[in-house]
């Protein structure tokens, strides 16, 4: 979807938006939500940034999912100035002698960016250009959502003299509904809801947010958080926990402990097991034999999969995410 098409679809009689989900946990589903709601959530993000009237703000993203609407959205609520990019990979290249240009009438307009979202393979990819790694340092403020930051690029992220920070949300909640700072010294490991904001935990530790502004109901993910002082932090999800022999692991947790040591894209998944019920099996585009030899010189004995797989390539969502369910059933019909 262009950005006219959704600008269409906004201006027409309809008090709702048809948007998808990325499918990181299963298929991609179609949702409607609420155009006042859609609003909702951009005069929040906009308050809690204090951008104004005026402000430029750069879409690089697909307008097919929430993220890319929402910049736009944003745009309309707050009159932002908003320059649109193709997206790509590297949403910066197309960016002149260190600063920001886009067409307008027909010729180059040099702009000051106040504000951007990536997904973190955006902003992996710029971190390796010098030119680009600089034009990131211009952004005002920068949010990266739609993925896990790794955490090389947060160390590398938190030196940026200006605002980064990443963001936590779904399509539900129309984007975000918290940050934590990754640059400067305020950078935390903890988010920060808004205040229209509450949060809470169920009995199995999930995270259970209230965002009447922009969703109607209260809505329970499969986060596993800690929360202290009204912040939390994410442990992990609850459908990425494998119970092998009566022990719980954590997909994430796994996957953290052998970031050091791996070259090649992995990803954890599961698969049932006659003897423990669940067993950890690691995808990887690189040798199986080797992935298994890093695995048990560097994990502790639990954590230590007992299936290694060779693939072509992890499967990804269209946004990026491990296709988590896509991994295990590759695993699965793979003995």
């Not at 027409?12 to 155009?35: A, H, I, L």
């Not at 990443?166 to 640059?183: F, N, P």
């Not at 970031?259 to 995808?283: H, N, Q």
């Not at 695995?295 to 969502?317: F, Q, S």
Request: proline share 5%.
């Amino acid at each position: 979807m262009s950005v006219e098409e959704f600008l269409a679809e906004w201006n027409n009689d309809s008090p709702y938006v048809e948007v998808k989900t990325s499918g990181s946990t299963g298929e991609p589903k179609r949702m409607m939500v609420e155009k006042r709601r859609m609003l909702n959530s951009a005069r929040i993000t906009c308050d809690f940034l204090d951008l104004k009237s005026g402000d430029t703000a750069l879409l690089c993203m697909s307008t097919d999912y929430i993220a890319g609407k929402m910049m736009v959205v944003r745009s309309i609520e707050r009159g932002l100035k908003l320059f649109s990019f193709e997206p790509s990979g590297h949403p910066l290249k197309s960016t002149q002698n260190g600063g920001f240009f886009a067409l307008q009438s027909g010729r180059a307009e040099r702009f000051l960016c106040t504000f951007a979202a990536m997904v973190p393979m955006q902003v992996y990819n710029s971190l390796q250009v010098p030119e680009e790694r600089e034009r990131l340092m211009q952004i005002k403020h920068l949010i990266i959502g739609g993925g896990a930051i790794d955490e090389a690029m947060e160390r590398e992220l938190r030196c940026f003299p200006n605002a980064v920070w990443s963001t936590y949300g779904m399509t539900e909640t129309l984007s975000h509904i918290a940050l934590r700072r990754i640059s400067g010294p305020d950078a935390s490991d903890w988010y920060t809801p808004f205040s229209s904001v509450s949060i809470s935990q169920n009995d199995d530790g999930c995270l259970v947010i209230n965002a009447p502004e922009v969703c109607a109901q209260t809505l329970v993910t499969n986060d596993i958080v800690e929360i202290a002082n009204n912040c939390f932090r994410i442990l992990g999800r609850k459908d990425n926990v494998i119970c092998s022999g009566g022990i719980k692991l954590q997909i994430e947790e796994i996957e953290r402990e052998l970031k050091p040591y791996v070259r090649v894209p992995y990803i954890i998944t599961k698969r049932k097991d006659e003897k423990f019920g669940e067993v950890a099996v690691l995808l990887t585009e690189g040798s199986a034999d080797e992935a298994k030899a890093i695995c048990e010189k560097y994990l502790p004995k639990y954590h230590i999969p007992k299936a290694y797989i060779h693939v072509d390539k992890i499967p990804l969502t269209e946004t990026g995410k491990p296709a988590r369910k896509k991994a295990e059933t590759i695993a699965c019909s793979i003995k």
